[in-house]
C-alpha cells in the first residue's frame, strides 16, 4: 500500500519556479525530472536506504515545452542507452539520449536493462478496479546469440551477479557532458572556503583562501590572501563537481584522471552552490573548446573523461564523425592563425596508414628497431588501420573496415584532449636531450650557439631512431609505432601540428631513469620520470603507459638535490620534490649532474604552470589595477627621473642613452649603464645616444672585436633610426683625438658624463669597479584574455618569440621592456605596461632586488630600437660577430645533388577546377530546414550580422565569418569559415580568426574551422552561396554612386565567381563576361571566349544584388555596345568590332620554382588561380597558351631564374602550341599577363602599389646573358648592368686571356702564383673590385 504521509526522501532540486515531471526507471532507480525550460535531472534514488542523489543534469542550448520518456525497450542497448527523451521546441522535436559508460560493447549488460517492461497488459481495467493488483510483465532486450555481463569472469570485464548493484556507484557525477553551465561567462572567483584535512582518528578542516582562475581554468588554495604560492593547484579541465551528500555546505573538485580531489566546505548552501556553478563553468567552458567526446556517438572510455555512470547524448553535447568532411580539396588548408604556443586548429588534411597501437594483442612489428621489438611486443601492440581526419585519431581493424564502417572505429583520440605528442628516444638520445636541457639554462653560453641550440633536433627528427611516438592525454598514455622513420616523423609532424606541441625547449621534454623509495622494505625502485605539457608523470618503466603518479607541475614548491646513502658514501644523487600540499616525493638519480638537472629544470618548468602575476605581485588585485585604484608611478615622473626612455625623445635630443658593451670570453654583451663617468671601465667599450650626435668610448683594454662591435652598433642606430643624419665620433682612453673628432665634441661627451676621467682622477681598472653579473632575459607574454603567461628564461631567446597578437614585459633585471604586437588590444597594452611599472620597484621573479636605477622603455613591433634586439636573436641585419673561428669543416653539411626536372610531369598537369560530379560534398550545400547559414562583418573586433539577401556579397576590404550548421544522424555539427578580403587590415583578419575560435567555443556539438582567403575560394564554399558569390571593391561605408565594373569569369560552373575591377578597358579581358553598372543600367559584354554558364551567373548576380537595374547587353555596333566602352575609355571603334570566335578557351596553368629544399624543385600550384599566388621569393612559370611568362620575384635566387629559364625552353619546345616565351619581373607585370588572371588588382589593402615600367623580355635574350661566360674590360667596369648571373667578386675570370694580360700586365698562370691576399689590392687599381 502506499502511503503520501512521509516522504520516502527528500533532496533540493533547484530553486526555479514552475512544475517538474518525474519520469522513473524501476530497473535501476533512476529518477529524471524535467519541465519547460532547458533542464533534465537524473538522481539515484535508492528507497530502502531512503536516499537520493543527484547523479547528473542535462541542459539543451535552446528551450522545450514538453519533453516525454520514450519506453525502455525502445533504447539502443548495444550503445548502453540508458533513458531516450523526445522534448518539444518551437520548432523541432528533437531526441534526447542518456548513455551508460561501458567499456565491453559486444556483451548485454543486464544490470542496466534488467526488467524492461513489454508494453502489455497483466490486467484488465475491469479487473484493477475491483482491486486486483499484479505485477507488470517485462520483456529481455538481450539477443538469444550475445552473452550477458554475468557469464563473463571479472577478468573479461565481466560482474558478479550476487553482488552486482543496478549501477555502478561513483563518488561524484560527470560534468564533461554538462552544456548548461558552459553557456554562463567563465570568470575569475576568489573567497574564503575550509578543506577537508584527513587524519588518523577524525578529519579536520582548515581555512584557505580559494581564488579560480577563468584564463588558467585552474583552482587554487592559498594559505591564506596575502600568500604568494598557493598550497595546491587543481586543473578544472575535464573536472568533475558535485556537492557532498547530507552536508548542505561541502563540495567536492575531482580532477578529470581521477587523481586528485578536493574537499571544501563553504558557509552555507548558497555559497556553495555559488562556488560549483563557478567551477563546473570554468570546466565546461574548456570542454566547449575540447570536446572529449567520442566523435562517433558512442562513449569511448578511453577518450571519455567520464567520471560518473550517465554520459547525456542529446542535443545539448553533440558528438559526431564528419567523415565526408575527410575529402575537402582547397578547404583549411591555410591553417596559420595568429595563436599562442598552444594554439590547435583541426584542419581537413587526412593522412591514414598502418601503425603499431598499445592496448591490443600482440603483432609482429614491422620496420620497428631491433632493439625495440621486445618493447613493442611486451607492451601488448597490435597493427592497426589509423585515420587522422578534422582533429579525431581513429583507429580500425582493418582498411577495408575503416572505408566499409568509418563510424565505427576500435579506439579513437581526439586532438582537442591531447596534452602532448611526443617521440619515444632511446637512452643515448635521452642522455643528449637532457645535457641540452642543462645548457639552455647555462648564462654562460656563446653567442654562436645561440642559432645553434635553437635549432637543436626536435622530437620531429628524433623520432627516426625508434620509430614510435607517445600520445599523453589527461586520461591515458598511448604509445604508437610506425613501419619506418619516414611514416613515423609524417605522422609526428601532423599530430604535433594540430595538437599544438611546444616543446623545442629540451627543459620541456625532460625524461629519464629515476628510482623511488618504496619504504624500508621495496628499497629503491626504478622508476621512468617525465614532464609532459604541465605535469610530472611517474612511470614503472619507458615502456609502461601505466601511470604511478601524477603531480601538477604548479603544485611543485621546490626541487632540491639532497645527499643519499650509496655504496657506502653520502652522494648528492637525490631530488627531493616538495608540494605546496605539504607532501614529498622521495628520488634518486644516477649521477650528481643528473639530479642537478632535474632540480634545474623542475624550478624552471613549475614557472610556466604557475600565476606569475601572484608570484610578481602578491598584493595587487588586478581588478583594482585596470580600474586605476593601485597606486602606480606616472609617466611623465619616470620621464623626469630618467626612468623611462621614450624612442622618440632620444631621437630628438631630448633624453640620451648610455650602452655599455663587455666581453666576458663567452660572448659579447650590451646593457644600459648608468651615465656618469665614474662607470667607465677600461676592458669596456661605451656608446653615449643622445639622438642627434654619437659618441664610443673604447677602454684602452678593451679587445678589437668589442670596438667592431661598437662602431656596428653607433652604425645600426645611424643608419636605421636616425637615417643617416647623426653625427658620430670616437674617443679612445688615453689617446689624443682623431683628426675628425674636434675639441668640442669631446668637450660634449664629458659634460654629458658629468666630468672627465682625466681631471678628477676616476679609476678605470676594471679591478677597482665591481663585477658584471650578465642576466638573461625573462619574458611574460599578455595573452588577449590579460592574463599574464611566463614565456622564456635562459639562453637567448629569438625573436619569434614575440606574437603580434600580445604584449610582452622583457625583464632584463637592470632593464624593463613593454614591447607590443600590432595586432594586440588596447587591454593588453595597457595592463602590460602598468605591470611592468609595479615590477620595476619590487623583486624579480627569482627574489632578487632590482638597482634603484632600473629603466623602462616602450617597444612597438617593427620600431624596435637596437639595445632591444640586442637581447635577442633572429632580428633582420643582427647577425652576431663571431669572438672563435668557425666550425669544422667536417660539420658543414654536404650539398645535394639536383636532380633532373622532369618536363613531361609539367605538361600533363590539370589545367582550371575540376567539377567532379562523382566526388560528394564534405558539408550539406543546399540550405534547408536541417541546414542554416549565418554570416557576420568583421568590424572594430567585433561582429556585425550580415542582412540575408546580402549572403555572398563581400567586400575586398572586409573580412567575414560564415557559420553552417547542418544535422548529421540527428545531431547537430558545424562548420566555421572566416573569410579574409584582400584588401583588409591585418587586424580585422586577426580578429576573423579570433572571432571562429571564440564562436567555436560557444557552440553545441563538433566544429570545424576553415579559412578562406579572396581569389582562393573553393568550389564548396562558392556552392554555399549557390555560385553567387559577389566581391566588391572596398570597405562597407566606401560610396559607390560611381560607375563600377564587374568581372564574372570561372572554369567550370562551379567555380564560377564575380569580383569587381577598375573600370577602365585594361580590366577587359576575352575571358569571362563583364558587367558595367552605370546609374540604373546595367550593360552586358560578353568576351569572346566566355562559357555559357558564365552569362547566366553574371545575370543571376543582377537579379540577386542589383533587382533595380535595367539590364541590356553590349552586342556590336549596338547602342548598349558604344555607352559600355564609351565609358571606360576604349577606342570608339571597339564597339563597332563583329563577334569572333577565339575557339576554346585555354585554362591558365602556374609552376612555382623554388629551392627552399637545397635543390631546385617546379611544382604546379593549384587551383583556383589568383596574383597572391605569384609571390615575391620564387620565380613562377605561367603558361597562358600563346605565351608563357616566366615572373622573377624580388627575392628569388639565381640558381632558380636560371632553373626556370630552362625549364620553360623545354616546355615550350615540347607543348602543341609551341607559345612564345618571355621574362617579367615583379610590380613590372605587362599588361598581357596581368589579364590572364581573374580580377588583377593594382591596390593592396587599398593602396596603389608601386609599380614600375613593364618588363617584356625574350626567354633566349635573358638566357644567353644569364650563360655568357666572357665581358670586355668596359663592360665590367659597369659592374651595375651586368646580369646577375656575373660573380661580382671575381670580375677578372670574365676577361679573355689577351685582356686579362693588357689588363694585369701577367698571364693567368703568373696571377695563380702571386699570394691571394694581393688580389683584391691588385682588382681595386684597375677598378674590377
Not at 579506439?411 to 635521452?430: F, G, Y
Request: aromatic fraction near 8%; charge should be negative.
Amino acid at each position: 500500500s502506499r502511503s503520501m504521509e512521509k516522504p520516502l526522501c527528500k533532496t533540493v532540486v533547484d530553486h526555479q519556479p514552475g512544475w517538474l515531471t518525474p519520469f522513473y526507471d524501476d530497473g535501476t532507480g533512476v529518477l529524471f525530472l524535467a519541465g519547460k525550460g532547458r533542464t533534465i535531472y537524473y538522481h539515484e534514488v535508492n528507497p530502502a536506504a531512503g536516499s537520493i542523489q543527484l547523479i547528473d543534469k542535462f541542459v539543451a542550448n535552446d528551450e522545450f515545452s514538453a519533453i516525454s520518456l520514450l519506453p525502455k525497450r525502445m533504447v539502443d542497448f548495444r550503445k548502453c542507452e540508458l533513458a531516450r527523451f523526445l522534448r518539444v521546441t518551437p520548432s523541432t522535436v528533437q531526441p534526447v539520449s542518456i548513455y551508460v559508460p561501458r567499456k565491453n560493447k559486444h556483451v548485454f549488460h543486464d544490470d542496466v536493462y534488467n526488467g524492461v517492461r513489454s508494453g502489455e497488459p497483466s490486467t484488465t481495467a475491469e479487473e484493477w478496479l475491483n482491486g486486483k493488483d499484479e505485477q507488470y510483465k517485462v520483456v529481455s532486450l538481450r539477443p538469444p546469440n550475445m552473452k550477458s555481463v554475468y557469464e563473463l569472469s571479472q577478468e573479461e570485464g565481466g560482474k558478479d551477479r550476487a553482488t552486482a548493484t543496478a549501477i555502478d556507484k561513483v563518488d561524484a557525477p560527470a560534468v564533461s557532458d554538462m552544456p548548461t553551465l558552459a553557456l554562463s561567462t567563465p570568470r575569475d572567483k576568489r573567497g574564503e572556503l575550509q578543506q577537508k584535512r584527513p587524519g588518523w582518528l577524525y578529519d579536520s578542516f582548515e581555512k584557505r583562501d580559494a581564488r579560480l582562475s577563468a584564463a588558467r581554468r585552474t583552482l587554487e588554495l592559498f594559505l591564506d590572501e596575502n600568500a604568494s604560492k598557493p598550497m595546491e593547484t587543481l586543473y578544472l579541465r575535464g573536472a568533475s563537481a558535485n556537492a557532498v551528500v547530507d552536508i548542505e555546505t561541502d563540495f567536492s573538485v575531482t580532477s578529470s584522471d581521477g587523481a586528485s580531489t578536493m574537499t571544501l566546505r563553504a558557509e552555507d548552501s548558497e555559497q556553495r552552490d555559488s562556488w560549483l556553478i563557478a567551477v563546473l563553468s570554468i570546466a565546461t567552458a574548456e570542454q566547449a573548446q575540447s570536446p572529449n567526446a567520442s566523435p562517433y556517438g558512442t562513449p569511448n572510455p578511453k577518450t571519455d573523461a567520464l567520471s560518473g555512470p550517465f554520459s547525456p547524448r542529446g542535443s545539448g553535447k553533440l558528438s559526431l564523425a564528419l567523415d565526408k568532411l575527410t575529402t575537402v580539396k582547397g578547404v583549411g588548408g591555410n591553417d596559420d592563425l595568429s595563436s599562442s604556443s598552444h594554439h590547435r586548429m583541426a584542419t581537413a588534411r587526412r593522412l591514414e596508414g598502418e601503425l603499431l597501437v598499445t592496448g591490443a594483442p600482440a603483432a609482429t612489428p614491422r620496420g620497428i628497431k631491433q632493439s625495440l621489438t621486445s618493447w613493442f611486443v611486451s607492451s601488448g601492440y597490435h597493427a592497426q588501420w589509423a585515420v587522422l581526419r578534422y582533429g579525431v585519431l581513429c583507429f580500425y581493424e582493418s582498411e577495408a573496415l575503416a572505408k566499409s564502417a568509418p563510424d565505427s572505429p576500435v579506439d579513437s583520440v581526439h586532438l582537442d584532449r591531447v596534452n602532448v605528442v611526443r617521440a619515444l628516444i632511446s637512452e643515448e638520445e635521452e642522455k643528449s636531450l637532457q645535457s641540452q636541457s642543462t645548457k639552455s639554462n647555462d648564462n654562460d653560453d656563446d653567442e654562436e650557439k645561440d642559432m645553434e641550440f635553437l635549432e637543436q633536433a626536435t622530437p620531429q627528427v628524433q623520432a627516426a631512431a625508434t620509430n614510435a611516438f607517445r600520445i599523453v592525454t589527461p586520461d591515458r598514455i598511448l604509445d604508437v609505432g610506425a613501419p619506418d622513420a619516414e611514416s613515423c616523423n609524417r605522422w609526428l609532424h601532423q599530430l604535433q601540428r594540430e595538437v599544438g606541441c611546444d616543446d623545442e625547449d629540451p627543459r620541456r621534454q625532460m625524461q629519464g631513469i629515476v628510482y623511488e623509495y618504496g619504504g624500508f622494505l621495496d628499497g629503491w625502485q626504478p622508476r621512468y620520470l617525465a614532464v609532459y605539457d604541465n605535469e610530472l608523470i611517474l612511470l614503472r618503466t619507458r615502456a609502461s603507459t601505466h601511470i604511478l603518479k601524477r603531480i601538477a607541475l604548479p603544485n611543485v614548491a621546490n626541487a632540491d638535490v639532497v645527499e643519499e646513502y650509496v655504496d657506502g658514501k653520502d652522494t648528492p644523487v637525490g631530488v627531493r620534490i616538495s608540494l605546496t600540499s605539504g607532501a614529498t616525493l622521495r628520488l634518486r638519480a644516477d649521477t650528481p649532474e643528473a639530479a642537478v638537472r632535474w632540480s634545474e629544470s623542475l624550478s624552471y618548468l613549475r614557472k610556466y604552470a604557475s600565476d606569475v602575476l601572484v608570484q610578481l605581485l602578491p598584493d595587487i588585485d588586478i581588478d583594482d589595477l585596470d580600474k586605476g585604484e593601485v597606486e602606480v608611478e606616472s609617466d611623465s615622473d619616470l620621464t623626469e627621473k630618467g626612468l623611462l626612455h621614450e624612442h622618440s625623445l632620444i631621437k630628438k635630443g631630448d633624453q640620451s642613452l648610455f650602452i655599455q658593451l663587455y666581453n666576458d670570453r663567452k660572448r659579447l654583451r650590451l646593457f644600459e649603464a648608468v651615465q656618469s663617468h665614474k662607470t667607465l671601465r677600461s676592458d669596456c667599450v661605451f656608446v653615449l645616444d643622445t639622438g642627434k650626435v654619437l659618441w664610443q668610448w673604447n677602454g684602452k683594454q678593451s679587445a678589437r672585436v668589442l670596438r667592431a662591435k661598437g662602431m656596428d652598433l653607433m652604425n645600426r642606430i645611424n643608419k636605421k633610426e636616425r637615417g643617416g643624419a647623426a653625427k658620430v665620433y670616437w674617443l679612445d682612453e688615453g689617446k689624443p683625438l682623431e683628426q675628425d673628432v674636434p675639441q668640442h665634441a669631446a668637450d660634449k661627451f664629458w659634460k654629458l658624463l658629468g666630468g672627465n676621467i682625466a681631471d678628477d682622477g676616476s679609476d678605470t681598472d676594471p679591478e677597482k669597479h665591481p663585477s658584471i653579473n650578465v642576466v638573461h632575459p625573462s619574458i611574460y607574454a599578455v595573452d588577449a584574455d590579460g592574463a599574464l603567461r611566463f614565456v622564456h628564461e635562459g639562453q637567448t631567446p629569438h625573436c619569434d618569440v614575440l606574437e603580434t597578437t600580445k604584449a610582452y614585459i622583457v625583464d632584463c633585471h637592470i632593464e624593463l621592456y613593454v614591447w607590443v604586437g600590432k595586432a594586440c588590444s588596447q587591454k593588453q597594452r595597457v595592463r602590460a605596461w602598468l605591470i611592468a611599472k609595479l615590477m620595476r620597484v619590487r623583486r624579480d621573479l627569482d627574489g632578487r632586488e632590482r638597482p634603484p636605477r632600473t629603466t623602462l622603455m616602450r617597444q612597438i613591433e617593427g620600431g624596435e630600437t637596437m639595445l632591444f634586439k640586442e637581447r635577442f636573436v633572429g632580428f633582420p641585419g643582427m647577425l652576431p660577430i663571431q669572438t672563435k673561428p668557425m666550425m669544422a669543416p667536417s660539420k658543414i653539411a654536404t650539398k645535394k645533388e639536383q636532380p633532373k626536372i622532369d618536363v613531361s610531369k609539367l605538361l600533363n598537369s590539370p589545367a582550371g577546377c575540376v567539377d567532379n560530379e562523382d566526388d560528394d560534398a564534405p558539408f550539406p550545400t543546399q540550405l534547408s530546414d536541417d541546414v542554416t547559414l549565418k554570416v557576420w562583418r568583421v568590424n572594430d573586433f567585433d561582429r556585425i550580422p550580415l542582412e540575408e539577401e546580402n549572403y555572398g556579397r563581400f567586400r575586398s576590404g572586409e573580412s567575414y565569418v560564415v557559420l553552417l550548421t547542418f544535422l548529421k544522424k540527428n545531431k547537430e555539427c558545424h562548420v566555421i569559415f572566416f573569410y579574409q578580403g584582400r584588401d583588409s587590415s591585418i587586424s580585422d583578419k586577426g580578429t576573423s580568426a579570433y572571432l571562429t575560435r571564440f564562436m567555436e567555443a560557444e557552440l553545441k556539438g563538433p566544429s570545424v574551422q576553415i579559412r578562406v582567403e579572396q581569389g582562393k575560394e573553393p568550389m564548396d564554399f562558392l556552392a554555399l552561396f549557390n555560385q553567387k558569390l559577389l566581391i566588391e571593391l572596398g570597405a562597407f561605408d566606401i560610396d559607390r554612386s560611381e560607375a563600377r565594373l564587374l568581372y564574372t569569369r570561372g572554369s567550370c560552373a562551379k567555380s564560377v565567381r564575380t569580383v569587381e575591377v577598375k573600370p577602365n578597358c585594361e580590366s577587359l579581358s576575352d575571358d569571362g563576361v563583364f558587367t558595367l553598372l552605370k546609374g540604373d543600367e546595367a550593360l552586358v559584354w560578353s568576351g569572346g571566349r566566355c562559357y555559357d554558364f558564365e552569362n547566366e551567373s553574371a545575370k543571376t548576380i543582377l537579379a540577386q544584388f542589383y533587382p533595380n537595374h535595367k539590364i541590356d547587353f553590349a552586342t556590336p555596333k549596338s547602342k548598349a555596345a558604344h555607352t559600355f566602352f564609351d565609358a571606360l575609355d576604349a577606342p570608339p571603334e571597339a564597339a563597332d568590332m563583329p563577334a569572333e570566335d577565339l575557339g576554346e578557351r585555354y585554362e591558365l596553368r602556374l609552376f612555382e620554382v623554388t629551392s627552399a629544399s637545397g635543390v631546385v624543385t617546379v611544382d604546379p600550384v593549384p587551383a583556383p588561380l589568383c596574383q597572391d599566388d605569384v609571390g615575391l621569393r620564387n620565380v613562377y612559370i605561367i603558361d597562358g597558351g600563346e605565351n608563357v611568362w616566366i615572373h622573377f620575384g624580388l627575392k628569388s635566387l639565381h640558381i632558380e631564374k636560371h632553373a626556370a629559364l630552362h625549364v620553360s625552353k623545354a616546355f615550350c619546345e615540347q607543348t602543341k602550341l609551341k607559345p612564345k616565351a618571355w621574362v617579367t619581373e615583379h610590380d613590372h607585370e605587362p599588361l598581357e599577363m596581368r589579364q590572364l588572371f581573374h580580377g588583377w588588382s593594382l591596390t593592396r589593402r587599398g593602396k596603389p602599389l608601386q609599380l614600375g615600367p613593364p618588363i617584356q623580355h625574350k626567354l633566349e635574350e635573358v638566357l644567353n646573358d644569364y650563360e655568357r661566360e666572357t665581358y670586355s674590360y668596359g663592360e665590367l667596369l659597369d659592374a651595375e648592368n651586368l646580369p646577375e648571373s656575373v660573380d661580382r667578386t671575381n670580375l677578372q675570370n670574365y676577361l679573355t686571356d689577351d685582356e686579362f694580360a693588357e689588363v694585369f700586365g701577367m698571364t693567368r698562370e703568373e696571377w695563380d702564383r702571386v699570394p691571394k691576399w694581393r688580389h683584391p689590392d691588385m682588382k681595386k687599381k684597375v677598378g674590377l673590385y
